[in-house]
Nanobody, 120 residues
Framework: QVQLVESGGGLVQPGGSLRLSCAAS????????MAWYRQAPGKQREMVAD???????TYQDSVKGRFTISRDNVKYTVYLQMNSLRPEDTAVYYC??????????????WGQGTQVTVSS
């Protein structure tokens, strides 16, 4: 099973930057995809960005050119560098890993969430 611990959220002014981190621990064979999702009040959770084991990235249109996802396969950690933040980026951000366990079928795990608030 994989446990995920997130860090890096907080309050930032519009136009500012934040960097989120999410580190995995536990027992698993490999981690396939690492992703960031977010959920704003009253809205459904949405995918922000993901990165495959080979480094291929996908971004939601609203964050392209502003956010960068990266991963460290040695530390089992994913990062989300968020620049030029806007009030509409305010949400709880969750990391999600899909992984291959030593036994059983591929599975997924969620982080506990970290609040990002963009406000002046």
């Amino acid at each position: 099973q994989v446990q995920l611990v997130e860090s890096g959220g907080g309050l930032v002014q519009p136009g500012g930057s934040l960097r989120l981190s999410c580190a995995a621990s536990g027992s698993f064979r490999s981690i396939v995809t690492m992703a960031w999702y977010r959920q704003a009040p009253g809205k459904q959770r949405e995918m922000v960005a993901d990165i495959s084991s080979s480094g291929t990235t996908t971004y939601q249109d609203s964050v392209k050119g502003r956010f960068t996802i990266s991963r460290d396969n040695v530390k089992y950690t994913v990062y989300l560098q968020m620049n030029s933040l806007r009030p509409e980026d305010t949400a709880v951000y969750y990391c999600n890993f899909s992984y291959i366990p030593y036994l059983g079928a591929p599975s997924g795990s969620w982080g506990q969430g970290t609040q990002v608030t963009v406000s002046s």
